[in-house]
């Protein structure tokens, strides 16, 4: 069974560019949660989607944006990169609400 | 907001040792927990699980205790070997969506 799956690995971009990370999650799961991952901050809660509706939103500015498609996958995008984005973003399926997750490896955005 | 905290920061045990790693959690509300272990580049791997109706939970060579009371959260690795080197995280999670909050994390080293 094909675990969590995240495109690209790395990602470099320049500052007030725009990303996109991509999310597959495992076959059945419908809930998808995003994470940032940074050494001062640690495991930062962006979204969680469940059936294409956003259902919690972390305290992230309105630069972060995600959304599910009708397959599960999800996308995240960062709009106006700053520095600070620099982070591992990690996603997350879970088969329900109230489980725990499977993390994919996650994507290590560097912005310069 | 939430906060989960970790003892120590570091920890190093000596193979075939046990290990115990430590959490506090701030939500009394909290009831679901999870222990996820994270290798360098890689994303957190689920450990173990327990919901706030039990004070603990075994699994292989794991066992996750819950002390409600004091608003902690231990996680025992029994027999210690060097592949278990890595950082823990618990994670806590309050009604219902799958927002976790995620403590700093304790690295564990192994020494053969």
């Known amino acids: 069974k094909a675990g969590v799956t995240q495109t690209p690995r790395y990602l470099i971009k320049t500052r007030g560019q725009q990303v996109t990370l991509s999310c597959s999650p495992i076959?059945?799961?419908?809930?998808v949660s995003w994470y940032q991952q940074t050494p001062g901050q640690g495991l930062q809660f962006l979204f969680e989607y469940f059936s294409e509706t956003q259902r919690n939103k972390g305290n992230f500015p309105g630069r972060f944006s995600g959304r599910q498609f009708s397959n599960s996958r999800s996308e995240m995008n960062v709009s106006t990169l700053e520095l600070g984005d620099s982070a591992l973003y990690l996603c997350?399926?879970?088969?329900?609400?109230?489980?725990?997750?499977?993390f994919g490896s996650g994507t290590r955005l560097t912005v310069v | 907001g939430e906060s989960v905290g970790l003892h120590l920061p570091t920890l190093s045990v000596q193979e075939g040792d046990n290990s115990i790693i430590n959490c506090a959690y701030s939500?009394?509300?909290?009831?679901?927990f999870i222990w996820y272990k994270q290798e360098s580049g890689k994303g957190p791997q689920f450990i173990i699980d327990i919901r706030s109706n039990m004070d603990k939970r075994q699994g292989q060579r794991v066992t996750v205790l819950l002390n409600k009371t004091v608003k902690h959260l231990s996680l025992q690795i029994a027999a210690t070997q060097p592949g278990d080197s890595a950082v823990y995280f618990c994670?806590?999670?309050?009604?219902?969506?799958?927002?976790?909050?995620f403590g700093t994390g304790t690295s564990l080293t192994v020494i053969p």
């Open positions: 939500n009394s509300a909290s009831d679901y």
């Open positions: 997350a399926s879970s088969l329900s609400l109230n489980y725990g997750y499977t």
């Open positions: 076959s059945g799961h419908r809930s």
């Open positions: 994670a806590e999670k309050t009604g219902t969506g799958n927002q976790f909050y």
